[in-house]
């Protein structure tokens, strides 16, 4: 219970209600001083203050002087001087009490200023933000408001998980000798919605972006040769690559692939997949997971969609390695001579004939036919010739020169195209020792030859209907129903479609398989949440 004194005309004392008469001149005394005390106050500070603290502080000091002698006495007073300061009084009134009492002027320390910073400010959940104490002046204490309902934090700098989604205010305050002061920053950190991933047994993916200016057109369903030497997928993938899985944008959507090889010990990975959708006006993202050291995905063949009847990439150690990638099993059957397996290619791996007795042979299925007279399609091929020699034939299904296909090179360096015993012949040159990118198209009217994506319109000829189908079987590098003109050079990449492809897809073929590093471009390694 807190008593207060009150003086009377004759310096009676009431404590309360109650009258104390007769006390002893000594207890009479004090009460005398506290009035001079206070009477002291007032004349310097002024009759409006309530002067009941001011008579405690003066009669506290006076105390300190009694007990402690010298700059001690300062020492004590600055505290109470804080205790009396922080109840309300003017400073400048206390340091003329104190003046008034032979004490020192009193100084307090300049409030702190609050002041912070957090990284990362925004990421998907859980999201462990780092915040950073960046207050100046002097700080006995610290609490951290995070603004999701948590428990504050008093450390200087702690780091926080944010748990929920959405925006949060972030709040310090800093204490210290010379009071507080409090930081409030609005919608400091963002926190999105959990990242999405493809799944947990894969550890690791990255960011694949198609550069849309290398795309013609909207193609759809397109497969996109994926060819990359990297040390994470080396340090990371399995040993034998049968952890990569492609996905959509949207980071879970597992599209359709076929590994053609992978090297773990360069990290070098050939795999095309095939997107959905590729667009000339804005970039595709993909994303490729690897690093689940169980996982044993195996080549789906609808990454080639139904217009494919043949997709034969050439690699492998014999003739019978040789398969075909889609549904319709149009695999290598045999050989001529003695081919050279397993070399160097321009995406992968080819296959070399020399020119004398070398060929490969496809047994016919009624897969391979297009669909009779005036059916459209597509045939494609990387080549490398080196003979100079005169008419050699790349690829011959036909049993007379009157029936069936066949693309042929000629001595003076051009090529023509035959359907039905009618040419279309180009109107350039190709360069030996040099790989090639040849597509030859017919729309039921007319043949369209394009060389490293481009259309030779000299070579484009109207030869009406004609009917491409024979029931004779495939020659690769040779004419099929006789022995001669054997090509000398190499074979990879050779693609049996139904259906006429557009300009834009044959030149966007070109710009992906001839130089796939600037086709797109590859992020980061980014780790399972």
Excluded: C
């Excluded at 008593?3 to 000594?26: C, F, H, I, N, W």
């Excluded at 500070?45 to 010298?70: H, S, T």
């Excluded at 009492?101 to 959940?125: I, V």
């Excluded at 060389?451 to 009406?464: Q, T, W």
């Amino acid at each position: 219970m807190r008593t207060s004194l009150r003086r009377t005309a004759k310096y009676d004392v009431k404590v309360g209600g109650m009258v104390l008469p007769g006390q002893t001149e000594r207890f009479k005394y004090k009460v005398k001083r506290q009035v001079e005390l206070e009477e002291m106050v007032r004349n310097i500070i002024g009759a409006d203050i309530n002067r009941v603290y001011y008579i405690i502080f003066a009669k506290e000091l006076n105390k300190l002087k009694e007990k402690y002698p010298g700059d001690e006495v300062n020492i004590v007073a600055d505290i109470i001087h804080r205790k009396w300061y922080a109840r309300g009084l003017n400073n400048d009134k206390l340091n003329s009490i104190r003046q008034a009492m032979n004490l020192k002027t009193y100084t307090p320390p300049a409030p702190p200023n609050a002041d912070f910073s957090g990284t990362p400010r925004e990421g998907y959940a859980p999201l462990t933000v780092n915040f950073t104490d960046l207050s100046t002046g002097q700080i006995t204490s610290w609490d951290w408001n995070f603004g999701d309902g948590s428990a504050h934090a008093h450390t200087q700098n702690p780091s926080h998980q944010y748990t929920n989604t959405g925006y949060f205010d972030v709040s310090l305050t800093v204490t210290g000798p010379g009071g507080s002061d409090t930081e409030t920053k609005d919608d400091y950190i963002h926190v999105l919605s959990p990242e999405p991933w493809y799944d947990p047994a894969w550890n690791y993916r990255k960011k694949i972006t198609i550069d849309h200016t290398k795309v013609s057109g909207t193609l759809t369903d397109f497969p996109v040769l994926i060819s990359i030497t990297d040390n994470d997928i080396k340090n990371h993938a399995k040993s034998d690559g049968r952890d990569f899985v492609i996905t959509a944008s949207d980071k879970t959507t597992k599209l359709k692939r076929e590994l053609l090889g992978y090297d773990s010990s360069t990290g070098k990975l050939i795999i095309f997949v095939k997107v959905p959708s590729l667009s000339s006006s804005s970039d595709t993202i993909l994303y490729l997971y690897y690093g689940n050291p169980s996982a044993s995905e195996t080549n789906d063949k609808d990454t080639w969609n139904t217009n494919y009847r043949m997709v034969l990439h050439m690699y492998g150690s014999t003739y019978s390695d040789i398969k075909d990638s889609t549904s319709n099993n149009n695999n290598v059957s045999a050989q001529g001579g003695s081919p050279l397996f397993n070399q160097n290619g321009k995406i992968y791996k080819s296959v070399y004939v020399d020119g004398v007795d070398d060929y490969l042979r496809v047994e016919h299925s009624s897969s391979l036919n297009f669909g009779g007279s005036g059916a459209p399609f597509t045939i494609s091929l990387w080549y490398n010739r080196i003979s100079t020699a005169d008419q050699r034939l790349i690829i011959s299904k036909q049993s007379s020169d009157s029936d069936g296909i066949k693309i042929a090179t000629q001595q003076n360096g051009a090529w023509y195209a035959t359907v039905q015993g009618t040419n279309s012949n180009s109107s350039s040159s190709f360069q030996l020792n040099t790989w090639k990118y040849m597509v030859w198209t017919y729309d039921g009217s007319a043949i369209r030859l394009y060389m490293d994506g481009i259309l030779d319109s000299a070579a484009s000829k109207i030869i009406g209907s004609k009917n491409p189908d024979t029931t004779y079987f495939l020659k690769i590098g040779g004419q099929a129903f006789s022995s001669s003109y054997l090509y000398n050079g190499y074979i990879e990449e050779l693609r049996w479609q139904t259906g006429e492809r557009s300009s834009g897809w044959i030149l966007t073929e070109y710009n992906n398989q001839s130089d796939p590093s600037s086709f797109y471009s590859v992020g980061a390694e980014e780790s399972k949440p």
